[in-house]
């Protein structure tokens, strides 16, 4: 029997009531009738207590009781749904992990338990009425194609950008007036803005532009954050369906509305919509991807490949506005941010604008909603909430010149889902009301770049902890920006090669132009190969090329910062770059590349055997592949000749076999290996702590196992379980692990000192030679996270690496209190009990950037090996 009912749709985040009534007939005792919700008892759905506790009063009540209509056998009443976790806002992370297991659709049925009779209909329960499941999203984008293609022309193009580490489509969703709209864009606008930028502002300031649209980005990268998604959902929606879309906001205090014509703004924008880019989190209501990175800390990163296929498409399209919509902070919160700014942003092109945007924003928002205030950081924060990284994905395409904003939602409901759609339509008003102006200052921005222009109308927002103005660290330079940056290919002057070649592919992903030497040329006595890169900086993107190559600043002084701020790829990634400030430096000798491939090892087939130098990463993941297939690899255990300490020996039908695919530097040998070594096994690691450690470990190839059935085990955690330890090699990277074993008393004679576990930074270091540190040079460049330096060892421990003890020790970073660190123990070994105890008080394996680092942990595991051969 049905039931009917004055609503099927039920919210976690709003009180609601329904009448229900069927066609019971006279003969029932309406008294005795019963409510089933879902097959359970009304009295069985519970309020949230706490933790994961349901014990409180039902959610779910009668209001009004069972009656007939008049003298028909009609039985009506009215049920109340509460809010199940006595919460309009479920943005509290506890009830973040758990409200998502009650919505579904549920049978709600009228039961006469004498006679059995039924009266049942279908209801669903919600968070709030648009909230969609990840498997729902492509179905909802389809449906709404659909009903676009028989309401109108207007052009819509779904694509799949990629797919997410566990094999999810990255859905992305073009709308615009027509093909030719975004055609013309990407062909013509687009370019003609990049290379002639002062031919387009010459048009505008003449009237001359034409008819051209602009892109606005709608983006979501938290997907536990969840109005990101539904929100570009029903902008979609509106964009594709609606001609004229009522926009309430806020002016003067005062709400009011105002009508947007979508036909005559699709003449204007080409809007694009990235649902998220996270679909495993948006499945399984996660913040991080399935590999456990929080992917809006690697948009410069780029080490997942997410981020990768998402940040390539943000420098394709090169929006003018880009929102990132995100939650929940205690305050509705619109970007732009709070000092220290990123030097390679323009930022006197970007903050007015961006100001006004925020306002267009906060105004549309409130007026879609009941919030009564918005907060602008860049107005009323002090610190701490600043765009000195350009990690976050608003703050990776300011680097292209777009006004991009995080936008931040004080509640997970539905008051914050109506928030969030009205953020979208007011960017899209702002944007179509300014276009002209928005878009020329844009243009001014790629102008600079071309013309290599460092404007000081940059500096006064640069400023130091007391608000005085610094302006871009220029030196001794006049200009901030060089000349070129060249990326060396030749043995004797380039670190890493293979790094050095992912550093090119990265640059042209990203929408920077590089090119290459067609014959070899001398710039300042250096004789530099053919087919050297090159990346002139007189170029629009040139602060996304600057922003990853240039060493950092120094922002030490401020109190707060919101998180990490070196990039450096050169140092961190361990390749060579170096800077040309001569403009004539290479004349005509280079031809632009659009794509590059990467370098292999070579391999002398009448050779014996291979040395294999200790000297990138590529070399220890063939090494692991030689291991787990029964070839015989040793490793060196003393400098001789060309062999280094820590060099890997492999027969060369080994390498022909399995190391065709790999890089890797060789020299061969004919007869005998005429040094010491030692025959390595495959390893078991155990790793213990981030999920940053272990996608490292994995990088390297390395069998990851339980501790028990560990050869050595790697730490970046506080967790140490001692009865593990006999007999094993401990590894312990950063602040937690050092401050364990310092505080449980596991080696005598250990002490520590630290400033604040966060602090970052980027330092000279000196390197003792030892095998642990095989393949490096006696002075290295190396990155923290802790904050932490060793100040004693114990008796008998080798130091293997040291602060520098110069001045200029410190290079880049957050670091207060980083003089203190000056000249003290960075890292040692030591064998106590029968445990071999290796500790750095630096991070090695930071979110998968510090690739110059992981040798380190490799050279301790295989050094695991010799330890157990030689009975210490």
């Not at 919210?11 to 066609?23: C, G, K």
């Not at 777009?402 to 109506?418: C, M, N, V, Y």
């Not at 922003?547 to 922002?555: F, I, Q, S, W």
């Not at 391999?603 to 990138?616: Q, R």
């Amino acid at each position: 029997m049905q039931l009917q009912v004055s609503r099927s749709l039920f919210s976690l985040t709003e009180v609601r009531t329904v009448e229900v009534q069927a066609e019971m007939g006279r003969n029932i005792d309406v008294s005795q009738l019963t409510f089933q919700f879902g097959g359970k008892s009304l009295a069985e759905w519970k309020k949230w207590t706490t933790g994961s506790n349901f014990s409180g009063d039902p959610f779910i009540t009668i209001i009004e009781k069972p009656h007939f209509i008049g003298d028909t056998g009609i039985v009506k009443a009215t049920l109340k749904f509460d809010l199940p976790f006595n919460k309009e806002s479920l943005a509290e992370r506890s009830i973040r992990t758990q409200y998502q297991q009650f919505i579904g659709s549920y049978e709600l049925a009228m039961i006469d338990p004498r006679t059995k009779m039924k009266a049942s209909t279908t209801v669903r329960l919600n968070v709030y009425d648009e909230f969609l499941f990840y498997n729902e999203l492509k179905p909802e984008i389809d449906k709404i194609s659909k009903q676009a293609h028989q309401r109108n022309n207007r052009y819509l193009k779904y694509q799949s950008l990629g797919k997410s580490v566990e094999g999810r489509d990255l859905h992305f969703v073009i709308l615009a007036k027509s093909k030719a709209a975004v055609d013309s864009y990407l062909n013509v606008t687009l370019p003609t803005a990049l290379e002639q930028p002062e031919k387009f502002i010459h048009q505008l300031d003449n009237g001359l532009a034409g008819e051209y649209q602009v892109p606005i980005w709608f983006n979501n990268i938290h997907p536990d954050e969840i109005e990101g998604l539904d929100a570009q959902v029903e902008l979609l929606r509106k964009f594709a369906l609606e001609d004229r879309i009522t926009v309430p906001t806020v002016r003067n205090g005062q709400k009011e509305t105002v009508s947007l014509n979508v036909t005559e703004m699709l003449d204007h924008v080409i809007f694009l919509f990235m649902f998220t880019n996270n679909p495993d989190g948006r499945a399984a209501n996660s913040r991080r991807n399935a590999n456990g990175f929080d992917l809006n800390r690697d948009n410069h990163f780029q080490t997942q490949p997410e981020t990768i296929v998402v940040t390539q498409e943000i420098a394709k399209w090169t929006s003018l506005s880009f929102l990132d919509m995100h939650g929940y902070i205690g305050r509705f919160l619109i970007e732009p941010t709070t000092p220290p700014h990123n030097p390679n942003y323009e930022y006197d092109l970007l903050y007015n604008n961006m100001i006004r945007q925020a306002r267009a924003m906060g105004e549309t928002g409130l007026g879609n909603s009941d919030f009564k205030s918005y907060v602008i950081p860049a107005l009323e924060y002090k610190d701490g909430w600043d765009d000195m990284s350009v990690g976050y994905t608003p703050m990776y395409a300011m680097l292209h010149g777009s006004l991009g904003h995080t936008i931040e939602i004080p509640a997970l409901s539905q008051d914050g889902f109506h928030a969030m759609v009205g953020i979208g339509l007011g960017a899209a008003l702002f944007v179509h009301e300014n276009k002209d102006q928005l878009y020329k200052n844009q243009l001014e921005i790629f102008k600079r770049g071309v013309k290599g222009e460092d404007n000081r109308s940059v500096d006064p927002y640069l400023v130091n902890a007391s608000r005085k103005s610094i302006g871009r660290i220029r030196g001794e330079h006049t200009n901030f920006f060089p000349d070129y940056y060249v990326i060396p290919i030749g043995s004797k002057q380039q670190e890493n090669k293979l790094e050095a070649y992912k550093m090119v592919q990265y640059l042209l992903r990203n929408g920077v132009k590089v090119e290459k030497l067609t014959k070899d040329t001398v710039v300042e006595r250096i004789t530099y190969s053919k087919g050297t890169f090159v990346i002139p900086m007189k170029q629009a993107k040139r602060g996304v090329a600057n922003a990853m190559l240039y060493k950092g600043e120094d922002v030490s002084g401020w109190e707060a910062m919101y998180d990490s701020t070196v990039v450096n790829f050169p140092d961190l990634r361990g390749f060579t770059v170096h800077e040309i400030r001569n403009t004539d430096a290479f004349n005509q000798n280079t031809i632009r590349i659009r794509n590059t491939g990467l370098p292999k090892g070579n391999i002398h087939t009448p050779a014996t055997y291979h040395v294999l130098s200790n000297t990138n990463n590529e070399t220890i993941k063939l090494v692991n592949i030689l291991l787990k297939n029964g070839a015989v690899v040793e490793k060196a255990l003393e400098t001789r000749g060309l062999i280094n300490k820590g060099d890997f020996i492999v027969r060369t039908n080994d390498l022909q076999h399995f190391g065709k695919n790999y890089y890797f530097i060789a020299r061969y040998l004919y007869t005998s290996i005429p040094v010491k070594t030692m025959q390595l096994k495959q390893m078991k690691v155990a790793v213990i702590g981030s999920t940053q450690l272990k996608f490292a470990v994995a990088e390297l190839g390395f069998e990851m196992v339980k501790q028990a059935d560990a050869d050595v085990i790697v730490s970046d955690s506080s967790s140490i379980i001692v009865s593990y330890l006999t007999g094993k090699t401990f590894v312990g990277i950063g602040f937690e692990p050092l401050k364990a074993v310092s505080s449980r008393g596991l080696l005598p004679g250990l002490n520590i000192n630290h400033t604040k576990n966060g602090h970052d930074g980027l330092f000279k270091a000196k390197i003792k030679n030892h095998l642990l540190t095989s393949g490096y040079q006696s002075d290295e460049i190396l990155y923290t996270t802790s904050g932490m330096w060793i100040t004693s060892v114990p008796a008998g421990a080798e130091v293997l690496a040291s602060f520098s003890n110069r001045n200029d020790f410190f290079l880049a970073g957050w670091w207060p209190g980083h003089e203190n660190a000056k000249g003290q123990i960075l890292a040692f070994t030591h064998t106590l009990n029968n445990t071999t105890f290796t500790l750095f008080a630096n991070g090695l394996a930071f979110r998968a950037h510090t690739h110059n680092s992981y040798r380190f942990i490799a050279n301790c595991i295989y050094d695991s090996l010799a330890k157990n051969l030689s009975g210490e």
